[in-house]
T-cell receptor
Framework: GAGVSQSPRYKVAKRGQDVALRCDPI?????LFWYQQALGQGPEFLTY????????KSGLPSDRFFAERPEGSVSTLKIQRTQQEDSAVYLC???????????FGPGTRLTVL | GENVEQHPSTLSVQEGDSAVIKCTYS??????FPWYKQELGKGPQLIID?????GEKKDQRIAVTLNKTAKHFSLHITETQPEDSAVYFC????????????FGKGTKLSVIP
């Protein structure tokens, strides 16, 4: 089947604008993760869902970041009042029950001007 | 929390030679150690992983070794090919039911034809 998909692939926002990034996990994968990858760095954990429940949001950098997964499938990462330091690639990963492997999507590159 | 250190940050090898990338981790509760390959503009792709109850795992030209006592693990690529050129990331979970991954800063591998 298809892998993890993310949209848009590229987003340019003016400082102060709100953005919404979408993730479609692999069908049947109950676990979903968001990571932030700054240029030249490894991915950093933001938040984790199991089905529709957000079980860990310890990596969200501020209250401007909000994630949801209302029906336990598609997830949206929302960033309010974007700042230049929010510029990064936002990666989504999904994982099926009982298996350690996290499968990553292609990411959304966010540039805040 | 978990801290993962990765070395070297860049590595150049001649085609056909071997490449070794090393990582250390801090959390003794970590149980799962994946390696990802990331090409420009793409999301990380799992190439091999190892769990803490195994000391070594091999898949064709790729092998991973784990020393739990010393808290380090290594990626070995033999008979390197130009298409192996990419950025490689090691990662570790946090154990205790936490599924988030902590990544190293990455190694840019260049295979010279």
């Amino acid at each position: 089947g298809a892998g993890v998909s993310q949209s848009p692939r590229y987003k340019v926002a003016k400082r102060g604008q709100d953005v919404a990034l979408r993730c479609d996990p692999i069908s049947g994968h109950v676990s979903l993760f968001w990571y932030q990858q700054a240029l030249g760095q490894g991915p950093e954990f933001l938040t984790y869902f199991q089905n529709e429940a957000q079980l860990d949001k310890s990596g969200l950098p501020s209250d401007r970041f909000f994630a949801e997964r209302p029906e336990g499938s598609v997830s949206t990462l929302k960033i309010q009042r974007t700042q230049q330091e929010d510029s990064a690639v936002y990666l989504c990963a999904s994982r099926r029950p009982g298996i350690d492997t996290q499968y990553f999507g292609p990411g959304t590159r966010l540039t805040v001007l | 929390g978990e801290n993962v250190e990765q070395h070297p940050s860049t590595l150049s090898v001649q085609e056909g030679d071997s490449a070794v990338i090393k990582c250390t981790y801090s959390d003794s509760a970590s149980n799962y150690f994946p390696w990802y390959k990331q090409e420009l503009g793409k999301g990380p792709q799992l190439i091999i992983d190892i769990r803490s109850n195994v000391g070594e795992k091999k898949d064709q030209r790729i092998a991973v070794t784990l020393n739990k006592t010393a808290k380090h693990f290594s990626l070995h690529i033999t008979e390197t090919q130009p298409e192996d050129s990419a950025v490689y990331f090691c990662a570790a979970d946090s154990g205790a039911g936490s599924y988030q991954l902590t990544f190293g800063k990455g190694t840019k591998l260049s295979v010279i034809p």
